[in-house]
């Protein structure tokens, strides 16, 4: 073991008994820990358990995240088609109001200018 004569990364006073395989320091017996079957210092431990927690927090916030999209996505698209539906029948019943006044000022102002031009005539 190159360990010999190497002492403690924490504890200088101290002879170093283990090398974190992680870090490649060496520690005394009192700074490393066994995790996963190897002696980790307790910063290495810390570090590897540290991103499992915040990458399962990430995933489940990205999956609830995604979840909450899809479910606004879902209601956007069934207020879009909602708001379409809508909008094409009162389009089509715009459509239909419009003609009708159309063609009901076009007969009435053709007789109004009629009985205009006759009145004088019937007039005088
Ligand atoms: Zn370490
Ligand atoms: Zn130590």
Do not use: N
Not at 70 to 93: I, P, Q
């Amino acid at each position: 073991m190159p360990l010999a004569g190497q002492r403690c990364l924490r504890h200088p006073d101290r002879e170093a008994v283990a090398r974190c395989p992680e870090c490649r320091r060496a520690y005394c017996r009192e700074c490393v820990t066994e995790h996963d079957g190897r002696m980790l210092c307790a910063a290495c431990i810390a570090r590897l358990r540290a991103p499992v927690r915040a990458e399962r927090a990430a995933r489940g916030s990205l999956v609830k995240l995604a979840g909450r999209l899809l479910r606004g996505a879902g209601k956007a698209a069934r207020l879009g088609a909602g708001v379409l539906a809508a909008w094409l029948f009162f389009h089509a019943l715009g459509e239909t109001l419009a003609m009708i006044p159309d063609a009901t000022h076009t007969v009435g102002a053709a007789a109004t200018s009629a009985d205009d031009s006759a009145e004088p005539e019937d007039g005088e």
